[in-house]
């Protein structure tokens, strides 16, 4: 038997601390190992496979798009590429897309987009205000975006352009907005830096702030779109609209995808501006489409809704059971759980031998992503092995 492990720190780059499963197969909620053990799965491919493992739906336009036609260029029209930006539009306040191929690179797109309109319409502003314990990717520009010094610090010096205020405070981005400002850049709900759940009124502010000043409202939703908060998109919780919108992670199913949206006022990228060999892709296009057509024919984002009051409700009886979970959060099926202190490799651990694989969000918090097709039966099983695993921790 291959020890696949070994062969990792051989071969590949050590950036991260693998959990210790070989995964070989999925189908819907669930995934094997390389030993047959199988798991219920809860972390779907860090919050892309929004319609679990191999759906059929997702694996048959795979299929049909393979054997028909795999890469054209953004040279050439292709179907499933405007078929995908049609659907997208035609289900979203925006009115124009690029299709790319991954979060940071539909994010670099739309800060593309916003230097543009600030040259264009802000006398050459160019400074994009983001937030600390944001995640917006890992290019150096994207880096400088999220507002987190420990991901900065190794890559220095950083591209300019970027102002990180403090996060829920609408006072900071008042005071860090100056002539040079030409967008804000948000997502609805910090998925990455902690599932930091903002008040309800902070991206009405911002909209607020933006339409006064005149700037663009960029909404990263990479993490939060397609379902993920109960609501097709995050900002139609909010009763708001942004000027530019990107998605990626759950949009294709599992395969690498990212979309950049934007409304006409502000679609101001023009001929030469930007480009992407893969972008436009037909078979990660045809993927999407699939993807994104059953999300919404079937609301799976009211699925995503009920499910993770469920299991919200579930995880804050645990709390009330164990002294040492101190905070349950978040919405739709994009939750975290907090602890009083570092166990979250420990429990990640322990739910991994019984067969439950959770994310490790930080030394002493976990995080539910689970594909948004569950059920509340998926929700019971994940408790009862959770509830066992906690039991076994001295509080
Ligand atoms: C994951 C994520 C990104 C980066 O996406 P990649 O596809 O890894 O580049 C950007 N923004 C948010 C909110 C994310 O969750």
Not at 212 to 240: C, N, P, S
Not at 262 to 273: I, P
Not at 369 to 391: C, Q, R, T, Y
Request: glycine share 10%.
């Amino acid at each position: 038997m291959i020890n696949w492990p070994e062969m990792d720190s051989k071969y590949y780059m050590q950036t991260i601390v693998r959990e210790p499963v070989t995964i070989v197969k999925g189908k819907g909620a669930r995934v094997w190992d390389d030993k047959g053990k199988k798991y219920l799965d809860f972390v779907g491919g860090l919050a892309v496979n929004c319609l679990g493992h191999c759906h059929p739906e997702v694996v048959n336009a795979i299929k049909k798009q393979a054997s028909t036609l795999i890469q054209t260029s953004l040279w050439y029209y292709n179907p499933p590429m405007l078929k995908l930006a049609e659907l997208l539009v035609k289900n979203s306040c925006m009115d124009r897309v690029f299709i790319c191929n991954s979060g940071l690179e539909a994010n670099e797109g739309a800060v593309k987009l916003a230097r543009r309109y600030g040259v264009l319409k802000l006398k050459g502003a160019y400074e994009v205000i983001t937030t600390f314990e944001s995640f917006h990717g890992r290019s150096l520009a994207m880096t400088a975006a999220t507002g987190q010094p420990k991901m900065q610090e190794p890559f220095k010096p950083l591209p300019n352009g970027f102002i990180n205020v403090k996060n829920n405070d609408i006072e900071a981005i008042k005071s860090a907005t100056t002539k040079k400002t030409c967008a804000v850049m948000l997502e609805p709900i910090q998925a990455e830096g902690g599932v930091n759940v903002p008040d309800d009124d902070y991206l009405k502010k911002v909209r607020e702030w933006c339409d006064q000043k005149g700037i663009l409202l960029i909404l990263d939703e990479v993490q939060t779109g397609i379902g993920r908060l109960g609501a097709l998109f995050g900002y139609m919780l909010y009763g708001i609209e942004p000027d530019v919108l990107t998605l990626a992670k759950g949009l294709g199913g599992g395969v690498p995808i990212g979309a950049f949206l934007a409304k006409e006022k502000c679609a101001v990228l023009t001929l030469g501006d930007h480009n992407a060999t893969f972008g436009g892709n037909p078979l990660t296009s045809a993927a999407a489409y699939a993807t994104l057509k059953y999300v919404i024919d079937n609301d799976v984002a009211g699925n995503a809704r009920e499910v993770g009051k469920y299991l919200m409700d579930k995880l804050e009886g645990l709390k009330s059971n164990y002294p040492f979970i101190t905070e349950v959060r978040g919405r739709g099926l994009l939750v975290a759980m907090y602890f009083n202190k570092e166990i979250a490799k420990s429990v990640v651990n322990a739910c991994i031998d019984k067969g439950l694989l959770v994310n490790r969000l930080k030394p002493n918090a976990i995080r539910f992503i689970p594909p948004l097709i569950i059920l509340n039966k998926h929700v019971d099983e994940a408790i009862g092995i959770l509830d066992s695993v906690l039991s076994g921790i001295k509080g």
